[in-house]
Structures are given as structure tokens and as C-alpha cells.
Nanobody, 118 residues
Framework: QVQLVESGGGLVQAGRSLSLSCAAS????????MGWYRQAPGKQRELVAT??????TNYGDSAKGRFTISSDNANKVYLQMNSLKPEDTAVYYC?????????????WGQGTQVIVSS
């Protein structure tokens, strides 16, 4: 089992920046995919960004050009969010996907609320 704990959410004005952090309770393997997803009220959970290792990243359309995902190559992943918009308001969830052989496990954090005021 891997526990994920997010931090860094809060209330911020549109146009400002916010940084989220996620710490895993165990060492993250280089093959693990860690990422951030978000869910706004009444909407489905959507991909924000993922990272594998230190450099292989993938971004959802809403994050491209504004958000940056990074990791410390140990057990933490970060999300730097710039030029925030009211539509970025959501609960942001940290995720870890681990595949070992034929087994795949997916872990989720409790989520951290981000509110962007106009």
C-alpha cells in the first residue's frame, strides 16, 4: 500500500500562481507514473499532468503552457500552476500508478481544494 498526501491548495486570485505537493509514503519506482488529476463540481475527474521518472511528462489540454509537473525522483511530485483561471477551481488529486509484471495498482490521495477567484 502507498499513501499519498497532498498539500498546497487554497484560495488564490485569477492570474496568480499556486504550487501543490504530493508525498508518497514509500519510495516511488522509476517506472511508476505519478500525476495530478482534478475534479470540479458536477464534472468528471480529468487529467492535469503525469510524470514518469524525472523527465517524462504528459499534460492535459487545460494545463499545457501554464502548469508544470516535476518530481524529486524519490517520493514527491509537485505541480506548479501559473496564470490560474476561475475554471481551474477544483479538487486536485495526486495519483500513483504502479505496474509490476501483470499487476497494476493505482493509489489516490485525499485531494486538496483549489479555488481561483475572479
Amino acid at each position: 500500500q502507498v499513501q499519498l498526501v497532498e498539500s498546497g491548495g487554497g484560495l488564490v486570485q485569477a492570474g496568480r500562481s499556486l504550487s501543490l505537493s504530493c508525498a508518497a509514503s514509500r519510495t516511488v519506482f522509476s517506472s511508476d507514473v505519478m500525476g495530478w488529476y482534478r475534479q470540479a463540481p458536477g464534472k468528471q475527474r480529468e487529467l492535469v499532468a503525469t510524470i514518469t521518472g524525472r523527465y517524462k511528462t504528459n499534460y492535459g489540454d487545460s494545463a499545457k503552457g501554464r502548469f508544470t509537473i516535476s518530481s524529486d525522483n524519490a517520493n514527491k511530485v509537485y505541480l506548479q500552476m501559473n496564470s490560474l483561471k476561475p475554471e481551474d477551481t477544483a479538487v486536485y488529486y495526486c495519483n500513483l500508478d504502479r505496474s509490476v509484471g501483470s499487476r497494476r495498482d493505482s493509489y489516490w490521495g485525499q485531494g486538496t481544494q483549489v479555488i481561483v477567484s475572479s
